[in-house]
């Protein structure tokens, strides 16, 4: 059974870069399948996309965000990251890393990390 | 403002059946599967229904999806015989060709009276 567990600190402080990890056991990062996410949900709020990308490195982000992050996948310890620049109070959030299906007519994101609170404050 | 707009809330009583509506356009529903994602107090989403309408194991066929309107922009999540058990927030998601973007609806808060 696959499983995604996500990684961090926890409080981050303005200005600063956040930076999170999810590990993923019970299966290989290494899958030519799926993609790997990364999802946020502000508290109280829906859900938003933040990227996703292949076990290769190819990666994509959603526009919105697209100038402050990226990400990582390294393969040898079957993780992959996120890095969210020049934050703000406006990133606080859960984040939660997740197994992307992605095919030419779908985005399914079918395996979930339990998510990881992310505060930012001085 | 989401992408997708669903209602902030619906409710039903037990045993009753309730639907969630997810309203998009060209650029997403109209051309592009849609995934409910279905998120109990305190946890992460799951999904309860993928490519519209198609069900992963283990969820119940009380569980419904389809896709309507003009130009099929809207989908629609089914629920019948509602439990207290499925009080939770369910978000439609898809792919917006426009945006190059997942996009959520704002999620709806589903209350089993």
């Known amino acids: 059974q696959l499983q995604l567990q996500e990684s961090g600190p926890g409080l981050v402080k303005p200005s600063e870069t956040l930076s999170l990890t999810c590990s993923v056991s019970?299966?290989?990062?290494?899958?030519?399948?799926?993609?790997w996410a990364w999802i946020r949900q502000p508290p109280g709020k829906g859900l938003e996309w933040i990227g996703s990308i292949y076990y290769s490195g190819s990666a994509d982000y959603n526009p919105s965000l697209r100038s402050r992050v990226t990400t990582f996948v390294d393969t040898s310890k079957n993780q992959f990251s996120l890095k969210v620049s020049s934050v703000t109070a406006a990133d606080t959030a859960v984040y939660y890393c997740a197994r992307l299906l992605w095919t030419r007519l779908q985005v399914r994101f079918d395996i979930w990390g339990q998510g990881t609170m992310v505060t930012v404050s001085s | 403002q989401s992408v997708l707009t669903q209602p902030p809330s619906v409710s039903a009583a037990p045993g009753q059946k309730v639907t969630i509506s997810c309203s998009g356009s060209?650029?997403?529903?109209?051309?592009?599967?849609v995934s409910w994602y279905q998120q109990l107090p305190g946890t992460a989403p799951k999904v309860v229904i993928y490519e519209n309408n198609k069900r992963p194991s283990g969820i119940p066929d009380r569980f419904s999806g389809s896709k309507s309107g003009p130009g099929l922009t809207s989908a629609t999540l089914g629920i019948t015989g509602v439990q207290t058990g499925d009080e939770a927030d369910y978000y439609c998601g898809t792919w917006d060709t426009s945006l190059s973007a997942v996009v959520f609806g704002g999620g709806t808060q589903l209350t089993v009276l």
């Open positions: 019970g299966g290989s990062i290494s899958s030519s399948t799926y993609y």
């Open positions: 060209s650029s997403n529903i109209a051309n592009n599967y």
